[in-house]
């Protein structure tokens, strides 16, 4: 019964590991799911980033070429001298200005920073001495392209190329074309990068030249981690980073534009990039939440299972500690009758050595009993303490100075053959307590009870006495009912008395 009931706990306790083990295999599931999906989203979002900063590249390598190309027709239009600008000159200066995209302007100024003319219909009598610009060409530089500005005439973000003029071979001006920062707008709306992300070019000093959508000023880019760590190592790529403009976390993809000084950018919105990936968290998330509670509904079931059998466990081992009581009483009320049994023997007028014999028959069988409520152990004894009280009470009861060496394994004999076994090794001993030892000698017994095979046992019971004629031996009462004994124990059994005496009994393991 206790087995049964361990087998109950067993089972919750397997049913719990087996909803742990479940559980913990969904959480390392959906981790390494949402861990692909996030990879997945970013690299998608990356790849995105990319394809756009091939089309700003493109886009921005057009506008370097068509800027330089419409500079140098205007210095060749301009003629020898620049200072006086006849009408065929002007007109083609516009028809030069007028393919330009996003409503470039061109301007055209003398040495002294006074504007000649331009195709700028709000231009004013401004000095531009100090920008970059001019006074770049004014040093000895043949070009620039000046980073992100704020216009003296409109008040908008534009960015110029300009190129030097010379006459005879001194510095006599500068033409300058001139384009509002809304140009990028067309290049973003045509790559599509969502919500929150941006396009742009730097130069390859780190000044910000043009972003989409606007940047709050000019801006020096250049300990940016983007030329600090990423462009000493590779010519294109992409990097995740906040925003030095407004402190945005994106993914940005940059890219060297082939034959000029300009890095070109794409840059797509972190969180709008990753939009599927917490859609997919969402989705994880909910599915946890429904194991989770389903894995506690079953736990609490188990929890209840387990209580519910802890209590019947208690009410069992209640019951089964007062039938081992009851078993142990009777027991001992069965041996305390056969003490009666025993007591009433004596008082027969029957022959002593009649009496003794069955005194000593009734001894074993008490043994037995002894053995039962003493050890609690009512389906099986120990064959060791069995035999070993057996003999100790004959002994006692003979008096006898013999020695007793055992020799026997720990084998477990179930109940019902115990009392066989118990009166067979009665008989035995008996008879060499009484006829193996002359008067004045000591003898000795030796007792071996051992596993021969897989399914036999043996008894030997042997003695050092003078031994028997087995011719002259005339079966008696005791030899009769060893034979019946064994034969009920299902063995058999021979007796040599050539060199003392030697019983030896096989009986078949239960």
């Known amino acids: 019964m206790a087995l049964r009931l361990h087998g109950h706990f067993t089972v919750a306790t397997a049913a719990g590991a087996i909803i742990i083990a479940m559980f913990t295999s969904l959480v390392i599931l959906l981790s390494l799911w949402l861990m692909i999906s996030y990879q997945d989203a970013v690299r998608r979002t990356e790849e995105r980033a990319v394809s756009a900063s091939k089309i700003v590249a493109t886009n921005v390598s057009w506008l370097d070429s068509l800027a330089r190309q419409s500079l140098q027709r205007i210095d060749e239009t301009l003629g020898p001298d620049i200072v006086t600008t006849a009408g065929d000159e002007v007109r083609n200066i516009n028809e030069t ?28 009598p401004i000095s531009i001495v100090d920008r970059p610009y001019f006074s770049e060409l004014a040093r000895g530089k043949d070009s620039y392209v000046s980073g992100l500005m704020v216009s003296r005439l409109s008040g908008k973000q534009i960015f110029t190329f300009s190129q030097r003029l010379e006459r005879k071979g001194q510095f006599a001006g500068a033409a300058v074309i001139s384009f509002d920062v809304d140009l990028m707008a067309p290049i973003l709306e045509a790559v599509d990068l969502g919500r929150n992300s941006t396009v742009s070019f730097v130069r390859a000093d780190g000044l910000l030249v043009a972003r989409y959508p606007l940047a709050e000023g000019p801006l020096d880019m250049s300990q940016y981690v983007l030329f600090t760590d990423y462009l000493p190592k590779a010519s294109e790529g992409t990097y995740e980073a906040i925003s030095p403009v407004d402190g945005a976390h994106r993914i940005v993809a940059y890219r060297k534009v082939e034959g000029t000084d300009f890095i070109a950018l794409a840059s797509a919105d972190y969180s709008t990039g990753i939009n599927d990936f917490r859609r997919n968290v969402f989705v994880a998330v909910s599915v946890m939440v429904l194991a989770a509670t389903g894995s506690l509904a079953a736990g609490s079931w188990i929890r209840h299972l387990r209580r519910r059998d802890s209590a019947q466990s208690q009410r069992l081992e209640i019951a089964l500690e007062e039938n081992r009581l009851l078993l142990r009483e009777i027991h001992h009320r069965v041996k305390n009758n056969l003490q009666s049994v025993q007591s009433v023997v004596r008082m027969q007028q029957l022959a002593p050595e009649v009496q003794k014999s069955l005194a000593d028959r009734i001894s074993a069988m008490i043994a037995v009993h002894e053995q039962i409520y003493r050890q609690d152990e009512f389906s099986q004894l120990c064959a060791r303490d069995l035999l070993k009280s057996v003999v100790d009470k004959l002994l006692q009861a003979f008096g006898s100075s013999v020695e007793v060496d055992f020799d026997v394994d720990d084998i477990a004999i179930s109940t019902d053959k115990a009392t066989p076994l118990a009166l067979v090794t009665n008989e035995i001993v008996t008879n060499c307590l009484k006829y193996a030892f002359p008067p004045g000698t000591r003898g000795r017994i030796s007792i071996s009870f051992k596993r021969v095979e897989n399914d036999l046992l043996r008894l030997v019971i042997s003695d050092n006495g003078s031994g028997f004629d087995e011719e002259a031996l005339t079966p008696g009462m005791g030899t009769r009912l060893i034979k019946g004994l064994v034969a009920q124990l299902r063995g058999t059994c021979q007796i040599d008395g050539r060199n003392g005496t030697v019983f030896v009994a096989e009986l078949p393991i239960d």
């Not at 200005?97 to 302007?105: D, H, I």
């Open 97 to 124: 200005v007028a393919g330009l995209p996003g409503q470039g302007k061109a301007y055209v100024v003398d040495r002294s920073g006074r504007t000649l003319f331009s195709t700028d219909p709000m231009v004013k």
